[in-house]
């Protein structure tokens, strides 16, 4: 069962530790609290960017949602 809201879904989500995440579903998270710390713009614009590139067309959401991997959703914050 492939999750079709992937296809439309625009949202990054920045964790409370200051990582970015592509995708809720999954265990990939992008470190944006060092450039940030170091006031390193070209580097924050490239974790930003990469990001934004490794988020899937689609998810199988029901997969991730019956073996979640990495930290749980609700622990990302926000």
Do not use: H, W
Request: proline fraction near 9%.
């Amino acid at each position: 069962m492939s999750d079709t809201k992937c296809l439309t879904c625009n949202k990054l989500r920045l964790t409370s530790d200051g990582a970015l995440k592509p995708c809720l579903l999954m265990p990939e998270e992008v470190d944006l609290l060092s450039p940030i710390k170091s006031r390193n713009r070209p580097a924050i614009l490239q974790a930003m960017t990469k990001a934004f590139l490794e988020r899937p067309d689609r998810y199988d959401a029901q997969t991730a949602l019956e073996k979640p991997v990495g930290r749980p959703m609700q622990a990302t914050g926000g």
